[in-house]
């Protein structure tokens, strides 16, 4: 009996020391000791006294425990809190927060990832005397604990391909879903469905589920894991939860790279990973404050544990609250819902709403929910960058842009139906005549004029195509420029000769003639040898990226890559030609940050390819190089990707015709989201094409890879990448997968 | 400066390379492996060897630029001579020597005249407009099948039924697809054949694009050679014949001239040699052309003429043309050393009016070790004795040394001699090349007893100018 107290105690005691890390203050080093002496002294003292001494004891660590919660907690504080075993996992939030569930996915350990778990489940509400009940789909991680199967909460590639899955299920059932994230990061497996593939997936189906979605990020909000489970209509936080686009350790390990070898000690590392996790503003707090968060559910100071029933209460009503809102906006009961706000009548007074909005809604309610989602993700850049985009260029845009719309009129007001009647007539022509059924012979009564056949592009050879519409033949790399030889890395195994840089970087496209290997090229190179002469415009180049979370260097840095680069974002957006086709792209530049992706190149990519979808075009990525996200935005930046990826939806949704070419290195979030969603994606060989570097598959799942683990030829192989082309013969296999992806919604000339 | 040639090849047009340039007192630098030391080029170039005075340079194969460069760099050579085969078609290496911040002069045209010409889709191009005739076919590649579908029926309709599908890419014999009796009506066979051949082209050339034309099956071929400089003048040495030829496409008899005028061809062997050098000529001057050259044709039973290809660079029976031709008198042309000199930048000295062939014939005969009767089966093996008789109307150009056992390598062209005869008229010709070759001795040993195309050769020698 004393001796479960003594280890209630010390649990209690652990849980403040967990909390705190390893450096304790003086208060907690002194009950150690005082823990220390009791468990040494335990045999030696008699009933009456271990009672006396348990229960000073007992007294110090509420002490403790009050000192700790008046005091504010750090941002590494609450990182330690999110990852503790003892913090809330999903099974005590079903147990507590919904009246009954049933687990459909997960439970089981030897599941094929049990750090995801989906459930049924009702929440009842009393409406005056009758008890009424909501069916609700919850899709969660689950850490169980620290159950060593459940790694924390992270999920592999099967985890969230489960929360697509169940996502697309709930639609179709017409129940809300309420996911419930807290992930530590994913599993960077490539193997498929791989991991960058899933995610990428989910956010495509969360984007566009005709359901209302509430998220609830209850621990940790860890980069592309919990982007797979982050798309909601309205996001909640608690208060002892982050979210960032990378851990405070990664973003300590990348800013150690800054400092001298010698600098890089572990108290320095640990200094800096302190810095971190408060610069990258990582808390409920600053969530709140950019715009990422709706609303923060309170917690207990010192974090909720499995036994706080009033947390659990308040997320429950909170969650609840959240659906409600998201139905009525959809309701457009817009009265309604603002006597409710005036009154203040959601809350709740013994277990009773005073209004009960019920949950089904109709088919053309559910598209408004969609359209509430999109808008709200279509807001959150809003801010974060500066907007200086020239006259001219607005000028320009609205040009071309009428044009097009002009242009597309009339070919589906004027030319299709008449098409449609000139063949029509065509087909009685030949009925008459008898020569129907024979679709070589053509009809001799009325023959379809040559305008309204085919298009001539398609029928004709890419040479001729080549001499009407040249490529800028004056573009000499500036890599073309230097007398010497290039060695091919690859020269030992395939026996390549060396090539002269001349003849290397300009004619052979960088590609060594005897293996294919090919070499790193600048992007000016890809756009002038990909288009039509003279046919690239960029716009939108005004759009300028900013600090905006205040992160310590990051200024200088932008500053230093506008230098390099000549461009003021990562994302280079233009209109091009190619052959006949006018086509918009975005292009992800290397030089500008390792191109990096930040919320101001998501702006311009999402205004792109609106641009796109208002004229019927179709749209391009291309990855000259990039290595994820910029982490220094953290949470703000995995925004950027949900916001692209939600634009891209709403255009693959209207017919379009997206396409991703990955010209280099292509890493981490973009990869992970809006590159992987179209249903062309391309590749060029030799480059490397992942969700993580080998050194994060080996901390996340003790797994070693090979070297060529993320070359783009084993992507190929695991079903990620539609095809290779080299780099010389993008431009005709680009124009004839344009060609034969023209849908109904897409017009080109 | 003094002009010094690096010899960028091996056997015996390494040779006559060395010979030529210590004819016209040049210094020369010869390249040679480790496994071709054995060889007569590596060994002369050896022996002059001495420090100081760099004359022989091993690298690890013939065919990369980069050593190439390095020795001439290291042994201050100004020009290259590329010979045949190896680097002396491509393009690139060629520019890179001009280009290059230490430039070298090539012993070939300068590099747009390779690249333009060593394309048979442009050459072809270059020739239509000038009203010269090409095979009949399409002039732009095909890759579609509806474009090919048109092509066909308008060459079947013309022409006649066999058609030639081939790679535009593609050269050396392979992907070539031959279509016989197309029906113009059902074309069914043509898409069969067509897919194969793209995919085949695809395969191998990395580009699928295609080349239809139409398929001559009794043909002559027959060559014109020609010589430019660098300033513009441009003279012909006649015509050559080079028929005889084994099925994988590799030449074993030339003959000079084209034709015999004695003969009864059904057309008229005379004015088809005129043509052939007047539309030959023409190309060159319009072009501008600056070197060695040759202009190759293809001469149907009808005596219709049309241009196959263009070779811009020296070839292995350059001498049947050299041997018969007489400049302001003095009979017998050494046609290397003339590439190298106008290379360098001399001028030719001499025009068309002084050059003249005055009814002499030659023949040229490409010894081989191979079996004749198994398809043209290469042997492998050690030359121990080879011997040819001297006569002051043959000349023999081998790498195979007489005086220790050889053994063939057979990373290389397989050809263990040239055999050049010649006299003042055909039938003097012909008949010393049998006194020739009845005296020539070879004996081997390998894993299967010595076979030599000798028996072929002389076999062939009765009905040589004959269609």
């Known amino acids: ?749 | 400066m003094k002009n010094k040639v690096l010899i960028a090849n091996r056997g015996e047009i390494a040779l006559r390379g060395i010979n030529a340039c210590k004819e016209l007192g040049l210094d020369y630098v010869a390249i040679y492996t480790q496994q071709d030391s054995e060889s007569l080029h590596a060994r002369t170039a050896l022996e002059e060897d001495m420090p100081g005075r760099k004359r022989a340079w091993r690298v690890s194969k013939y065919d990369d630029p980069n050593e190439i460069l390095e020795a001439a760099d290291a042994t201050g050579c100004n020009a290259i001579f590329f010979g045949y085969g190896m680097l002396s078609e491509n393009w690139r290496v060629i520019r890179r020597l001009q280009k290059r911040s230490r430039p070298i002069i090539p012993i070939a045209p300068t590099w747009e005249y390779v690249r333009d010409l060593g394309s048979k889709v442009n050459t072809k191009k270059v020739a239509r407009r000038l009203g010269i005739p090409t095979i009949p076919g399409s002039t732009s590649p095909v890759r579609d099948i509806i474009e090919a579908e048109e092509i066909v029926k308008r060459l079947v309709r013309k022409h006649g039924p066999d058609i030639l599908i081939k790679a535009s890419a593609g050269g050396g014999g392979r992907g070539l697809y031959e279509l016989r009796n197309v029906d113009e009506r059902s074309l069914d066979e043509l898409a069969l054949r067509f897919n194969e051949a793209r995919s085949y082209a695809r395969n191998h050339f990395h580009d699928d694009t295609l080349l239809i034309e139409h398929l001559f099956s009794d043909f002559n071929h027959i060559e014109v050679q020609i010589i430019g400089d660098r300033k513009g003048r441009i003279v012909n040495f006649g015509t050559r014949n080079c028929t005889i030829q084994s099925p994988q496409r590799q030449k074993r008899i030339e003959l000079a001239p084209a034709f015999d005028t004695r003969i009864d061809y059904g057309f008229d062997p005379k004015k088809v040699m005129k043509e052939a050098i007047r539309h030959s000529m023409k190309m060159a001057y319009k072009l501008g052309y600056n070197s060695a050259g040759t202009w190759e044709w293809l001469v149907t039973k009808k005596g219709e003429l049309y241009l196959l290809e263009v070779n811009t660079r020296i070839q292995v029976e350059n001498d049947v043309s050299g041997r018969i031709s007489s400049v302001k008198g003095r009979i017998g042309t050494n046609l290397i050393v003339e590439m190298i000199r106008t290379a360098l930048g001399e001028e030719l000295g001499y025009k068309q009016k002084h050059v003249s062939t005055g009814g002499r014939a030659s023949i040229e005969f490409r010894i081989l070790a191979e079996d004749v009767d198994k398809d043209f089966e290469q042997w492998a093996g050690t030359i121990t004795r080879f011997d040819f008789p001297k006569h002051e109307w043959a000349a023999v150009y081998t790498h195979v040394p007489n005086d220790r056992p050889y053994k063939i390598i057979t990373d290389y062209d397989p050809t263990l001699a040239l055999v050049v005869i010649w006299g003042d008229s055909i039938d003097q010709a012909k008949e010393r090349g049998k006194r020739f070759l009845d005296e020539v001795v070879i004996e081997g040993e390998g894993s299967k007893p010595l076979v030599t195309n000798l028996d072929y050769l002389k076999s062939r020698i009765p009905n040589l100018w004959e269609f």
């Open chain 1, 1 to 749: 009996m004393r001796a479960e107290k003594f280890d209630e105690l010390r649990r209690r005691f652990n849980y403040l020391c967990d909390i705190k890390g390893d450096d304790l203050p003086a208060y907690l080093e002194n009950l150690k000791g005082a823990f220390f002496s009791l468990e040494s002294g335990w045999e030696s003292l008699r009933g009456a006294d271990l009672d006396s001494q348990l229960g000073n004891l007992e007294s110090k660590v509420s002490e403790a425990e009050k000192i700790m919660s008046e005091e504010p907690r750090t941002p590494m504080e609450i990182v330690r809190i999110s990852r503790h075993p003892d913090r809330i996992s999903l099974h005590d939030i079903l147990t507590f927060c919904y009246d009954s569930f049933e687990v459909i996915s997960g439970e089981d350990l030897k599941d094929p990832d049990p750090a995801v778990v989906v459930a049924r489940a009702i929440i009842q509400r009393r409406k005056g005397r009758s008890l009424l009940g909501d069916r609700v789909m919850v899709i969660g991680h689950e850490s169980g604990h620290g159950q060593d199967e459940r790694s924390g909460g992270a999920a592999n590639q099967f985890g969230n391909q489960k929360i697509a899955h169940f996502i697309r299920r709930a639609e179709r059932e017409q129940t809300p879903v309420h996911l419930w994230a807290s992930t530590p990061g994913t599993k960077a497996l490539e193997e498929y469905p791989g991991a960058a593939q899933s995610i990428s997936r989910a956010i495509r189906v969360a984007t566009s589920a005709r359901i209302p979605i509430v998220v609830v990020n209850y621990g940790q909000g860890g980069s592309g894991g919990f982007e797979a489970a982050g798309v909601g209509n309205i996001r909640l936080m608690t208060s002892h939860a982050w979210y960032s686009a990378i851990s405070p350790e990664g973003a300590a390990a990348i800013e150690a790279l800054q400092l001298p070898p010698e600098e890089r000690t572990d108290d320095k590392i640990k200094e800096l990973i302190e810095q971190c996790a408060a610069n990258l503003r990582i808390t409920a707090r600053d969530c709140l404050r950019f715009g990422i968060i709706d609303g923060i559910i309170e917690e207990p100071p010192l974090g909720a544990r499995s036994g706080d029933i009033e947390f659990f209460r308040r997320a429950r009503y909170d969650v609840i609250k959240a659906t409600d809102e998201i139905v009525l906006r959809a309701r457009s009961e817009r009265k309604l819902r603002n006597y409710l706000r005036k009154q203040g009548s959601f809350e709740e007074t013994d277990g009773k709403f005073y209004v009960y909005v019920p949950w089904e809604l109709s088919r053309k309610e559910l598209e408004k929910v969609v359209r509430d989602r999109r808008d709200k993700e279509r807001r959150l850049s809003k801010g974060f960058y500066l907007d200086r985009r020239s006259e001219s260029d607005l000028t320009r845009q609205r040009r071309t842009d009428r044009i097009m719309r002009l242009k597309n009129a009339v070919r589906k007001g004027v030319f299709k139906p008449t098409r449609r009647i000139i063949i029509a007539a065509g087909d009685i022509g030949d009925a008459i005549s008898a020569r129907a059924g024979d679709p070589y012979l053509s009809s001799t009564i009325i023959s379809v004029p040559r305008r309204f056949g085919m298009r001539e592009d398609i029928r004709s050879s890419i040479q001729k195509l080549e001499e009407k519409y040249p490529v800028d033949e004056s573009y000499v790399s500036p890599l073309a420029k230097i007398d010497k030889s290039v060695k091919c890395p690859k020269r030992e195994e395939k026996g390549c000769l060396d090539v002269w840089a001349p003849d290397l970087y300009n004619e052979f496209a960088g590609i060594c003639p005897n293996c294919g290997y090919h070499f790193e090229m600048e992007w000016q190179y890809l756009l002038a040898k990909w288009f039509n002469k003279g046919s690239v415009h960029e716009f939108n180049d005004g759009i300028i990226e900013t600090n905006v979370v205040g992160f310590p260097g990051v200024n200088e840095r932008l500053e230093r890559a506008r230098r390099k680069s000549g461009k003021n974002s990562s994302v280079l957006t233009f209109e091009a030609k190619l052959y006949g086709i006018k086509l918009i792209g975005a292009m992800l530049i290397g030089d500008f940050w390792g191109g990096s992706v930040g919320i101001g190149g998501s702006e311009k990519i999402c205004l792109a390819i609106e641009r796109a979808m208002k004229n019927k075009m179709p749209f391009l990525f291309i990855s000259h190089k990039t290595v994820g996200i910029r982490t220094q935005e953290s949470a703000v930046g995995l925004q950027a990707m949900e916001q692209v990826s939600s634009v891209l939806e709403e255009y693959m949704e209207k017919g379009g015709l997206p396409v991703s070419i990955f010209a280099g290195t292509t890493y981490a979030g973009p990869y992970a989201s809006f590159l992987s969603m179209p249903n062309n994606i391309y590749a060029l060989p030799s480059i490397k094409v992942g969700f993580a570097g080998p050194d994060v598959i080996y901390r996340t799942t003790r797994i070693r890879v090979s070297p060529n683990y993320h070359d783009v030829e084993e992507a190929k192989q695991r079903g990620h990448i539609t095809g290779l082309w080299r780099r010389d013969m993008v431009r005709p296999n680009l124009y004839r997968i344009l060609v034969f992806g023209e849908g109904k919604n897409l017009y080109y000339m």
